[in-house]
């Protein structure tokens, strides 16, 4: 049977509709009409990743070659840590210090919208009233966030820690924080303008016992320490504690990558928050210009504050991005798993400069020695 014989017996449906189909057959512009269609819809989904790009970093700093994958085709990494307590952490939180007044509000509500659960503030951020309203009003249901304050360092005597958290619960509008942390392994006494108390920095044993205390009462669900170096939790572990310490949060970024912290923490069953992950105000446009970074992030056709994000979970970290801007508060969100080859070349670039903080207050504060001294 020839090819027109069959095409002849294929079935129609009714008598014009059949005519009408087969004079579309005769007009060949009209039979690529679907073609050209469809050629169209795979050009643009095809070009999405750099059209995030570009937007996202603008037209001169996007791939200057095509991506060679679309972000679809990454593994996705996890999406939750487990703490000792049993409870699931969120691996991406939206970051709030520095997001001032009538704008963090709106970065939470964008942010709980997108998909994030887990909220990263402290006492000092002065903000704590506007993200609890911004909870309030959206429809996310208590269980479902994660909700991280920090104990300023005035408030480390035993007897002021309850009511600094209870402000902080208050100005939340939650009965109980998920996480708290001693924001600081540096006490100061509660008079006076950043005057050390040296016993209580000394020795954060005391501190630890109360807030012990206070997940034994209900109002914290998990403790742990921030800024602490080797030395420092050493120092506080020695003693015998009820609850280990659930994380340490500390700056981590291709900057100030901290390889050794982050391999005896994980030999300690220690989990790291990377704060500053884009290297802050300061440093954010020349993370995001590191050629390496942007390379893969060409490659994988993801942006480069995307690349750098991921490659923090995949390090087996937390990470704390900050963004008041609702396209990079949706786009901070999506990480990937970066290939392993990419992946170590990416921790060989962070490791081969001299590490560099951006976050160090030992000055300002007129400390009698570096924080973050003796690791
Ligand atoms: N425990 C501590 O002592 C401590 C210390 C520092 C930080 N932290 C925590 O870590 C969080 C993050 O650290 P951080 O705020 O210092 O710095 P970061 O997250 O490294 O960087 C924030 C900066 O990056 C910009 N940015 C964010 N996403 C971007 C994107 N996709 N593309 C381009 N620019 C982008 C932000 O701008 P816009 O906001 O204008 O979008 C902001 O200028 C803090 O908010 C806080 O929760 C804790």
Known sequence: MSFSQKYQQLP???????????????????????????AIIVIMCASLPCIRMIRSRGFWAACHASPQRHSSTLAKLPSHYTLPSGDKIPSVALGVWQASKGEVGNAVTTALAAGYRHIDGAWIYRNE?????????????????????KLWNTFHAPEDIEAALDQSLSMLGT?????????????????????????????????????????DKGKIRNIGISNFNIRRIQNLTANKLKYQPAVNQVELNFWNPQPELLKWSKENGLLLEAYSPLGSNQQVGNSLSVPEVKNVACKLGITPAQ??????????????????????????????????????????????????RVVNPSMGWKLPFDVFDGQ
């Not at 087969?22 to 269609?37: A, E, G, I, M, T």
């Not at 998920?178 to 920095?201: C, M, Q, R, S, V």
């Not at 970290?317 to 070349?345: C, G, Y």
């Open 12 to 38: 129609t449906v009714d008598k014009d509709a059949g005519e009408q189909e087969s004079l579309q057959r005769k007009d060949p512009r009209k039979r690529r009409f679907p073609l050209f269609v469809i």
């Open 129 to 149: 009233e506007e993200v609890g309203q911004a909870i309030k009003t959206s429809s996310v249901p208590r269980e479902e966030l994660w909700l991280t304050s």
């Open 175 to 215: 009965e109980y924080l998920d996480l708290y942390l001693i924001h600081w392994p540096i006490a100061f006494k509660k008079e006076g303008n950043n005057i050390l108390d040296e016993d209580l920095t000394a020795d954060p044993y005391p501190t630890w016992q109360k807030l012990e205390e206070l997940v």
């Open 307 to 356: 690349v750098i994000i991921s490659w923090s979970v995949q390090r087996g970290t937390i990470v704390l991005p900050k963004s008041v801007t609702a396209s990079r508060i949706v786009e901070n969100l999506e990480v990937f798993e970066i290939p392993q080859e990419d992946f170590e070349l990416l921790e060989k670039a962070a490791a081969s400069h001299p590490p560099q």
